[in-house]
Each structure stands twice: as C-alpha cells, then as structure tokens.
C-alpha cells in the first residue's frame, strides 16, 4: 500500500458516540477523533427512545467538518449497539423515534411470547441467540401487544446502523452482523428467520436486503451532499454492530484466542466458522452472533463495566479522581472480602447500584462494602471470577485449544482487572487495542475498497500499528480457592 486513504468510522454507543478518521498509510492505520457527542435517552409517555434525528445531525457535523478541513475521504462507515430499530413509513419518513433497549415495556414480553407464540427451545435451535427480553424479537412483539401505531403502518424495520445509513443514502439494507443480534436471524440459512418474522405479524419484505460487512451500500444522497459541501462518498456497511466491528480488530496471529470486549458490557467468546447450537449452549445461554468472512461470534454477555459506571456516579465526592487512581486504591483492599454475581438481574438496571450490591451481600451473607475503594475491589474480583467461568465454558466447547485472552475496547486500560482476569482464568492477556470498533470499522472500509485483503491481513496491519500491553497469570492457588468461594456464593 503507498497511497494514504482517509476513512470515517461513526462509532455509536448507548452513552455516547464519536466520529474518527482513520488513515491507513503504507502498512500502519492511524486514527484521529473527529467528533464526540451524547447519546441521551428521551422518556416520555411511558417510554424511552433514542433520539435518531440528533445521531443523524451528528454525523451531518462531522461530514461538515471534513470538508471545512479539506479532508479527502475515501468512504464512511457506522457502527452501532445492538437490538434497536427503527420504524419508516412508505414515503421514507421517520415514524417515530426508536424505542431503547433500556425501556422496561420487553421486562414480561420474552416469556409471555414463549406461551403465547413460539417455543423457547425452537427459537434458539432458529436463531443460537442468547435469551435477554431486549433483544429485537421480543421487542416487536411487546409493540404489537401495545399496538404501537407507528409498528402498525410501518413500511421499513431497519436496525440502528441500517436507519442512518438509509437517511445517508437511501438505500435500504439489513447488515448481517447487525440482524444477528435480533434474535430474528437465523444463521444456518443466512436470512431472517420469516417463521419468526410472522410471528410478530411483519413481513420479511419490511426489512432491507440483508448485506455482508464489507459491502459498499451507496453514495451520500444528493441532499447529504449540498448540506455538507462533500461529493459522492461511498458509504460502507461494516460490520454494524459495535462489537463485532471490535472483533474484526482483534490482533490474533491465529484462530487459536479467545477475546474480551471489554466496556459497559463484557462480551467473551470465540470465533468459529460455524455457529455452536446444542443442549450446553442452549442450558448455558451462550449466544451467536454475526462475524465477518462468515464467521460466527460464539459469545456471552456479561455486565461489565456498568456495575463500576453506576457506582461512580454515586460518588460525587471522587468526580476529580481518577480512574486509575481510584482502581490502584481498589487494588490495596482485601482480595475476595465480597464477591457478586455481575449477572444477577438485581444488577441490570437499579435505583442505586451501591445498594443493590449491600443488598446481595446481605443475602448471600458477606461484609458489606464500606468505602468506594471497597466496592470497586468487590466488582473488579467478581468480574474476574465470572469471566473465568465464561472461559471454562468456551474452552469446554471450542473445536481448538485457546492459547490467548485478547482484551479489547475502553476496559482494556484497567490494568488491575486484566492482570485479575489472566490470574483467574489462568491465561496470557493481551491488552488492547482500545480503540477496536474505530479500528475494525475503518479496516473493513479498506477492505471493500480493496486496500486490504482478508481479516488476517487486517489483524496483521493493526498488530503493527498499536501497541500491546502483556499480563502472564500469576497467584493460582489464591485464585482457585477465590473461584470455589465464588461458585459456592453465585450457584
């Protein structure tokens, strides 16, 4: 490669979102924040959406800035959180803003259509998707039993990436990796599922043509064009869920790793060239999602930095401190005084999350935390010991040997957590990069336009563009005995 390309990613997150360029030049990927704005939820009338119009105008100023700074781009690319739609009517307007994963309204909807409409155990054997009653399935159906008007007389259902997209350029798409967070997808056909799709009273022509990341959609409209002062940019579908644009970036030499996306959510798992659906998979609610090259993300969710996220926040007193300063203080506390389940659902979504954690201790007998140092130190081992739990999952179930821990994402600068995380898994952790949605996001933009070959060449040039932070295991006995303690209190 000699020719420097410019290329944006628009990275999309539940709290917030920026927009990066990303140059690739000669055989390294360099990358510049462009934009960074909120991402605030909107309540009214019951509910909770996401505001797409203001996402949208977002995007519109970093294309504006592009031009204002004379950039020459070579295509944009959006990445985005999973689950969430967007309804359009025939004419090509916005319904209505999309409703948010956080909404309460799917708390009841996923068992109630597991009576009322499909079988649990069907649906999975369909789709190999891990049960949360946030996912796309269970919201459309808890819509038609409100009989949400805007659901009702909708023409188009398109996923977070696809909608933007579609008011860049007009084109209408549905983004493999981005549907298969749906819970709607089935991926050993490789379409959405229209047994499914039928069972919430839509059609399969209502959702855009499924595309493989990697694939240029279109151009800016003509509109898009006048309003920011660029020309007809190429706009790619990368890979438009977050996480798996995050995987793409994953730095492996080989298939043998597995990788931990590491931010708000915890995401582990593994690549395979097929999805892993059976009886353990099914009891251990593992899910699989969309990879790129047809791949599939063989992957749990685990609530990850949230359970710390929210605590800060009751920390007013500790706002000038930071990070890293307050996980150093954690790391000096007792080791396994208090141990959680991250995944207890007393977790996910609480007025207090201090208190939900005095709560748990309280009834699984154990100190309660007393300083903020404490509560982080209570997070950070349990965060741990479940993710060597979710380990010893993958490595009873991967067709290969795991070698290799990649931690990837914002978590990954938690130096504490991913030397507790080699100890308690027992394995070598490599740390970063930290920025993998940009980087995957702009690598398969390169890919599509032919800069780069395959995911292994991808892998390859951010490998040498980044620098890797190494954790090797350490303390095993007092992490075993720390695991035995935690199964005893979580099981």
């Not at 007389?153 to 967070?181: H, M, N």
């Not at 995380?421 to 996001?441: D, R």
């Amino acid at each position: 490669m000699v020719e420097k390309k410019n290329y944006l990613a628009v990275d999309l997150g539940a709290t917030s979102g920026r927009t990066v360029i990303g140059t690739i030049n000669e055989d390294k990927v360099e990358l510049r924040e462009l934009t960074r704005f909120g991402n605030e939820l909107i309540r009214m009338g019951g509910h909770v959406y996401w505001d797409l119009y203001a996402l949208y105008n977002e995007v519109i100023k970093a294309l504006k800035k592009v031009a204002d700074e004379h950039i020459t781009l070579t295509s944009i690319g959006i990445d985005t959180w999973g689950c969430d739609f967007s309804l359009f009517a025939d004419d090509g307007a916005l319904l209505r803003n999309p409703l948010s994963y956080r909404d309460s309204f799917t708390v009841e909807a996923m068992e109630k259509y597991f009576k009322e409409r499909y079988n649990r155990n069907k649906v999975y054997e369909l789709t190999g998707i891990q049960f949360m009653n946030f996912n796309s399935l269970f919201q459309l159906y808890a819509m038609q039993l409100e009989n949400n008007a805007a659901l009702r007389i909708a023409d188009k259902v398109l996923f977070t990436p696809d909608a933007l997209i579609y008011l860049l350029t007009g084109k209408a798409i549905c983004e493999y990796t981005i549907a298969s967070t749906s819970e709607i997808l089935n991926p050993n056909k490789g379409d959405l599922d229209e047994s499914l799709i039928a069972s919430v009273g839509l059609q399969r022509s209502q959702f855009g043509k499924l595309t493989m990341p990697g694939t240029v959609v279109g151009t800016l409209t003509p509109e898009v064009q006048k309003i920011t002062g660029l020309g007809e940019i190429p706009v790619v579908a990368v890979a438009g869920h977050d996480t798996a644009s995050a995987v793409a970036a994953v730095p492996a030499k080989d298939r043998h790793f597995a990788y931990l996306s590491s931010g708000t959510w915890s995401l582990m798992g593994i690549e395979t060239p097929q999805p892993v659906i059976n009886t353990r998979s099914f009891n251990l609610n593992f899910t699989n999602e969309g990879g790129i090259e047809g791949t599939t993300r063989f992957l749990k969710n685990i609530c990850g930095m949230w359970l710390y996220e929210q605590c800060r926040r009751e920390w007013p007193e500790l706002k000038d401190l930071s990070h890293a300063e307050l996980q150093e203080r954690a790391s000096k506390e007792e080791a396994f005084r208090s141990l959680i389940n991250p995944d207890d659902s007393s977790f996910a979504a609480p007025d207090s999350m201090t208190m939900a954690i005095n709560t748990y201790c309280r009834r699984t007998s154990q100190p309660i935390p007393e300083t903020p140092a404490q509560y982080c130190r209570c997070i950070f081992d349990s965060l741990a010991l479940r993710y060597r739990q979710v380990m010893d999952y993958l490595r009873e179930m991967a067709s290969f040997d795991i070698n290799v821990l990649h931690i990837i994402g914002g978590g990954s600068k938690n130096a504490y957590l991913d030397q507790f995380t080699a100890n308690s898994c027992n394995i070598t952790v490599l740390a970063g990069p930290q920025e993998g949605t940009a980087l995957g996001n702009i690598m398969l933009q390169a890919k599509a336009g032919g800069v780069v070959g395959d995911v292994w060449e991808m892998r390859r040039i951010i490998a040498h563009s980044i620098e890797l932070k190494r954790y090797e295991p350490t303390d095993k006995e007092q992490w075993d005995n720390a695991y035995v303690k935690y199964l005893e209190i979580t099981m």
